[in-house]
């Protein structure tokens, strides 16, 4: 009925279905599926946010500041704003 259009608003058992059949059928090594994949909608900054994950140098200062105490996150921050007013402010960049 959902092939056909008769019925677009399925239930949570119809989507725990197919979740389960797309999850049994996915390539070995991939992510599994879940209901909330089916149902999420993509938010854009989902999108920025593993772009700019991709770089190693990105990565590993986000594992360092996650291991920072909450003071020290704050204090990186400021930095880095202290940073952004710099290169914002540079003629030559």
């Not at 979740?19 to 991939?30: E, I, L, Q, V, Y």
């Not at 946010?49 to 704050?74: D, F, Y």
């Amino acid at each position: 009925m959902l092939r056909n259009g008769s019925h677009t608003n399925p239930t949570l058992s119809v989507l725990e279905g197919l979740a389960k059949f797309f999850d049994n059928n996915r390539t070995p090594g991939s992510s599994p599926i879940t209901v909330q994949q089916l149902v999420a909608l993509e938010d854009p900054e989902d999108e920025l946010l593993r772009q700019r994950l991709a770089s190693h140098q990105v990565r590993m200062i986000a594992m360092r500041a996650g291991a920072m105490t909450p003071a020290m996150r704050e204090q990186l921050l400021k930095m880095i704003e202290v940073l952004d007013q710099d290169r914002t402010t540079d003629p030559s960049s």
